[in-house]
């Protein structure tokens, strides 16, 4: 339901991203008078300002000028900070803020199930949606994961399912979104750049359940203490997942084996080592995904079957090549401490590790026994590197590189043979590159011209 009048209403669209032009094609559509702002340099903006030009639709870039606030209400793209001036002036103003995940759940008819978490939400969102195309369902993956719910919106009827990754900067101007399903992987430290605290952090993570009813599910990590905490209050149906507890309900891994629990019984489902993607992270993303498919009525078999062939995610442990007897491994979506974690105990080998990138206010302490442990040396990039040199150059060799070019010749050089060369950043990578998948490519590019 729509809580807000569309037809004729002004609306201001602060950030001309992908989510940002999503929403105003979506907000067009349905007779509102949109504008969109973003302070990106408009020559920069080449690709932007085609698509809204195509869409009809009027922007400004260089500067947010106030015709922002001539403005019914405004819908904020997720890379706009809510401490921005443009931000506090509107609410200063009293005018209501709604992320793009908001505003087309307002126009949707098929359920919802909406992914979030700090590490792991692509990997499960685009598991999800496999199982449930290899059930036969017609399946919409959209949202943080690439494209935005918006654009898709409003060809999906009953019968489809909506498949979202939502980030906390999303969630953080949420009002009615209702998901179906409320996934919750996990919460570890993140953003802090952004959110100041971590409890701040954490509460907008949990907004995901704040309108879920008894008719709907949540979907949590029941070995993740803060997690579970906060989820034995909620009002939805509780289906918990783990890797350490026997349960009663939702989803458990014991003794090399995969259960569902189906009426307070356990339900076999695979044994462990059938899953094709490695890794107790992804364990996790393989129970809380079968749960949220079989939750909405998918056989087992067909989960069975998807986890034996789902290969990952591009840009998460993907492999690259093997040169030398030294293999390349990209998991440049690793932009927290704990997906380096998690990536450096899925191997047995000796890593050489490629770090930095822009610092979001990260704590590197639960990464120091490990590297001790498995990294030979440490090549380090971007404005996060001489805090990284910091941090970790008595607990192995660190070198300092100018470029991922030069990190990528000087990580070939400290590596010997059986060793691994990771690219796992910790860190954003705006300050060098566009995004993830763009820092990614770039990784596999270089690597493959050695």
Known sequence: MVPVKIESARISILGAARSGIAAAGLLKSKGAVVFVSDNKRREEAADEISALEKLGVPFEFGAHSDRVFDADFIVISPGVPSSSAVVLHAVKLGLSIYSEVEVASWFCRAPIVAITGSNGKTTTTTLIGKILQNAGRRTIVAGNIGPPIS??????????????????????????????????????????????????????????????????????????EAVNSYCRGLKSELLPFSVKNRMGAGAFAEGGKVYLVE????????????IRIPGVHNLYNSLAASLAAWRLGVGKEVIAETLREFPGVEHRLEPVRELNSVRYVNDSKATNVDAVWYALGSFDSQVVLIAGGKDKGNDYTSLFELVRKKVR???????????????????????????????????????LPGDVVLLSPACASFDMFKNYEHRGKEFKRLVMAL
Request: hydrophobic residues 45%.
């Open 151 to 224: 654009d898709f919106v409003l060809d999906a009827d009953k019968a489809s399912v909506v498949v979202a990754e939502v980030s906390s900067f999303q969630l953080d101007y949420i009002d009615t979104f209702k998901p179906t399903v409320a996934v919750l992987l996990n919460i570890t430290p993140d953003h802090l750049d952004r959110y100041g605290t971590f409890e701040a952090y954490m509460d907008s993570k949990f907004r995901i359940f704040m309108n879920q009813d008894p008719d709907d599910c949540a979907v949590y990590n029941f070995d993740d």
């Open 263 to 274: 009426n307070g019984a356990p339900v076999f489902l695979i044994d462990s080592k059938d």
């Open 377 to 415: 040396a440490m090549v380090l990039i971007g404005q996060a590197a001489p805090k990284m040199l910091r941090e970790f150059s008595d607990k192995t060799k660190c070198v300092m590189a100018t470029s991922l070019d030069d990190a990528v010749v000087k990580a070939r050089d400290e590596a």
